[in-house]
Structures are given as structure tokens and as C-alpha cells.
């Protein structure tokens, strides 16, 4: 084979190589501006689709129930305080959605809070009308915690802590537990002498308050008491509690706070009697 045969044939290949990546390069490039086309035209279609709202709902009864309870159950016992707004009141916009929210949430914030009966914080102790006498009545009936808080003001009670028709407590028909927190008991120690009315008239004040609760709402079947650990359990104004809510005829349960063993101190002496561990 001449020299110029293999020259020629060499030519012919060169030129096949070259028209083969002459039309992939043209292949590439083609596919290449397809997909950059169909990518634009995605992000033109995503921005021009309507976005379908969620159908909140649909959900299951249970599911909103626990969405409610996430956004609207709190913690602390709800009062007149002036940290409301930036901790309760943003949970609160849920009852503006539409009348359907604004029913079910409100059955959940009301329902499942504590709400304090009489003020605490120093800005509002002395207000004449408390949280529950600015509750209008259709959210008064799904109350079923209240909070009666011991203590503030011992000195010299304010003159708005009185059980009466302004707190609404006849539509509160499905209350069932009042909790009961003593901060102090000016009864107790004798350091209290110089700043007491008198050794046993905040014992009786009180125990005058729980009575007309009881008395007001009957759908109360639990009473909880709770303290700081300065109280004693048989402290005059606990003692006092105690013996109202038993003529009562309420259920007693202690809370968390004081830490309070009912199992070991209620009725000791019967069981080690019982055990004939009983004093000799």
C-alpha cells in the first residue's frame, strides 16, 4: 500500500472523528438549551399556580384539639397582669380567624387555663373588679379551674376581694376544681406580731372567702391546696381551710408546690393502731 493511499485514508478518518464531535457538540448544546428552557419555564409555573390554602379543617377533631391546646394552654395561673399582652394576647388571635375558630379555641383557652379569682400583681390588687367580672358570660361557663391565691395583702385586705354577683360565678357551671395557694400564714409565727390585725383575723378572712366559693359554685367537687415551704401544714389558716372544705363535703388534694404527703399524715394514728404499733 502506496503512502498516499494510507495519507488518504487517514484524511477520511480525521474527518469522520470530526463530523462524529461536530454533531454531539451540537447534541449537547441542543439538550442543554432544552432543559435550561423547561427549568425557566417550571419557575415561570411556579410562581404563576395558585397556592391552595390549608384546610385546617379537614384535620381530625383530635389533631385541632392539640393544635389548640399547643398555642392556648399556659402554664401559670392566667390574671390581670401586665405581661398579658405579650404572652396571652398573641394566642388570642385565633378567636378572629372566623365564628368556627373562635368556638373551639375558646372552649380550649378557657377550658383548660386556671384563672385566678381575685388579683395578685401590685398594679391591679386594689382594682375594684377582677379577671372574672370583665369575662363575658358566654366564656364564664367553660371555666373549670379557678385559683384563690392566699396572702397579698394580709395587712390589709383589699377591699374588692369579696365574693359577690360581680364575679359571675353562677354561669361557671362546669367549675369543678378550686385551687387553693397560701403564701403566708400570719397566724403562724410570732414575727408576724407588729404587722398582724389580730392573731386570728386573716384565718377567719379567708376562710370566709373559701366559704362563699363553695358555696356559690356547688359544681366544685375538688379542693387543692398548695403553699411556699414556709407553711405548715397544720398551720391555724391551713387547719381553718381544711376544716371548711370538709364541712363542705369536698374532695381534698394537695399540689405540687409544697410537696405535702396526704398518704402519710392522713389518719397515722388509726393505721398504727390498726398495725398495734400505737403508743403503749
Known amino acids: 500500500m502506496s503512502a498516499s493511499t494510507v495519507r488518504d485514508k487517514m484524511a477520511r478518518k ?18 442543554e438549551d432544552a432543559a435550561l428552557a423547561s427549568g425557566v419555564k417550571e419557575d415561570v409555573s411556579d410562581d404563576t399556580v395558585e397556592r391552595q390554602p390549608f384546610r385546617f379543617f379537614d384535620l381530625p377533631s383530635e389533631l385541632r384539639l392539640r393544635v389548640y391546646e399547643f398555642l392556648l394552654v399556659f402554664p401559670k395561673t392566667i390574671d390581670l397582669d401586665p405581661t398579658n399582652y405579650r404572652i396571652v394576647a398573641p394566642h388570642l388571635r385565633l378567636f378572629l ?15 383548660r387555663n386556671t ?7 401590685g398594679r391591679y390588687i386594689n382594682r375594684k373588679h377582677p379577671l372574672l367580672a370583665w369575662l363575658p358570660r358566654k366564656y364564664r361557663i367553660h371555666i373549670t379551674r379557678l385559683e ?54 386573716y384565718t377567719e378572712y379567708c376562710v370566709s372567702l373559701l366559704r ?25 389558716l391551713l387547719e ?13 388534694t394537695w399540689g405540687p408546690e409544697r410537696g405535702w404527703d396526704k398518704i402519710v399524715e392522713v389518719d397515722l394514728a388509726n393505721v398504727l393502731q390498726k398495725l398495734g404499733l400505737g403508743p403503749l
Request: glycine share 6%; no cysteine; charged share 25%.
Open 148 to 201: 384563690l391565691r392566699l396572702g397579698p395583702g394580709f395587712t390589709r385586705p383589699p377591699k374588692g376581694w369579696v365574693v359577690d354577683s360581680r364575679l359571675g360565678l353562677a354561669a361557671t357551671t362546669k367549675l369543678y376544681r378550686l385551687k387553693v395557694f397560701v403564701e403566708i400564714d400570719p397566724a403562724s409565727n410570732e414575727i408576724f406580731e407588729g404587722f398582724r390585725v389580730g392573731q386570728n383575723f
Open 14 to 31: 480525521a474527518k469522520a472523528v470530526d463530523y462524529l464531535v461536530n454533531r454531539m457538540s451540537k447534541m449537547r448544546i441542543k439538550d
Open 97 to 111: 380567624v372566623d365564628h368556627r375558630m373562635h368556638d373551639e379555641a375558646s372552649r380550649v383557652f378557657y377550658g
Open 115 to 121: 384563672f385566678r379569682v381575685f388579683p395578685i400583681h
Open 212 to 236: 362563699g366559693l363553695l358555696a356559690q359554685v356547688p359544681s366544685i367537687n375538688e379542693v387543692e391546696f398548695d403553699a411556699y415551704p414556709s407553711v405548715s401544714r397544720s398551720s391555724p
Open 240 to 252: 381553718g381551710l381544711l376544716e371548711e372544705t370538709k364541712l363542705n363535703q369536698k374532695r381534698i
